[in-house]
């Protein structure tokens, strides 16, 4: 809680405004309090945090539907040691429905319901019939923009509808509405969020084109490690004492040439009673295939050095290269199934 007549607390977000990760921040942080700084990457927003530029940081994980965001996961691997501090202390989640925004095109007329069936190709004899249906004609299209999340959680509706069409790949689907709108031959769309069209000014040419219906994306709260040695960023720690109602992540790496060296490496967290929830790997580029594993699970690391997670990390350390924490958090209601 900033205090009254103190500077408001400074979070850096991928932007640019109106991005699904600007719409996490201001769900997450209380706007009285707090001021919002777009970047212009995910490593913007490392690097805002690592400097102390601003106290949090927002930035997007994994989704649902299209896994987790390398460039994140990359930035928390950290091989230049660029970000030693940066570590996360809070998640949030956002249901994402994805727009298709542009102009219409000057012969435009509404589109009413086609069968929503693309054509099956030899890589694909099945396609899935896309969730929506343009809300006008699309033939003007010569151009798509997005994040590449956006296009993997879209496919059954681009595959349908926008078969062929070039795809250009940017920082942000906020980024994308910005270009589209600038765009003065008004042939280019934009896969974003319906924020974003009244943002930009632009027309929504489809709604809800996302595969899923339940399409969700999890984003990680940023904080400065020394700053976050008194617990979470976004909340007070509740008295918890086994640390279920908490996530921590880690990274490590492996000696790839003993057999079971990962299989050992993961024992460990089952002979702790740990819960993995998820892992993912990225390559170390020490050598060609070596990998760097990042481990969720839940527990929470104390800070006195006690407790089972602690146990846990030292007995880690016997079955690893290397490895690093990288931060712990309350698990948000409703995440855990």
Not at 92 to 99: G, P
Not at 194 to 209: C, N, P, Q, S, Y
Not at 308 to 333: F, H, M, P, Y
Request: hydrophobic share 35%.
């Amino acid at each position: 809680m900033t205090v009254q007549g103190s500077p408001p607390t400074r979070v850096a977000y991928l932007g640019p405004p109106s991005s699904y990760t600007h719409q996490a921040a201001l769900e997450t942080f209380d706007h009285d309090s707090h001021e919002f700084e777009p970047q212009g990457s995910i490593q913007d927003v490392f690097a805002a945090v690592q400097s102390s530029s601003t106290f949090c940081g927002v930035v997007p994980f994994e989704n649902s539907t299209n896994g987790s965001v390398v460039y994140t996961l990359d930035l928390f691997a950290d091989r230049q040691r660029t970000y030693p501090d940066v570590s996360v202390c809070g998640e949030a989640y956002l249901d994402v429905h994805h727009f298709l925004l542009g102009y219409l095109s000057p012969s435009s007329q509404h589109v009413g319901p086609s069968s929503g069936d693309a054509t099956p190709t030899t890589s694909t004899p099945s396609p899935k019939r896309p969730r929506a249906h343009p809300l006008t004609d699309l033939r003007h299209i010569k151009r798509i923009y997005s994040h590449p999340q956006a296009f993997g959680q879209s496919e059954a509706f681009l595959s349908t509808y926008l078969k062929g069409v070039e795809r250009q790949e940017v920082s942000s689907t906020s980024k994308a509405a910005e270009v589209v709108s600038k765009d003065v031959s008004k042939t280019t769309a934009a896969i974003s969020s319906k924020i974003a069209a009244e943002v930009h000014g632009l027309d929504v040419l489809a709604k809800g084109i996302e595969d899923r219906e339940d399409n969700t994306t999890r984003f990680f709260i940023l904080q400065k490690a020394v700053d976050a040695a008194n617990g979470s960023c976004v909340t007070a720690p509740t008295d918890d004492e086994n640390g279920q109602g908490w996530k921590s992540l880690v990274l490590f790496t492996i000696d790839h040439k003993s057999a079971g060296a990962l299989a050992d490496a993961l024992m460990v967290f089952k002979t702790f009673g740990l819960n993995l929830t998820s892992i993912n790997s990225r390559p170390s580029r020490i050598r060609p295939w070596h990998y760097i594993f990042f481990v969720e699970f839940q527990g929470r690391r104390e800070l006195n050095g006690k407790g089972t997670v602690n146990q846990a990390l030292e007995k880690l350390k016997e079955t690893t290269e290397d490895w690093r924490w990288l931060g712990s958090w309350e698990i948000k209601i409703g995440s855990m199934s």
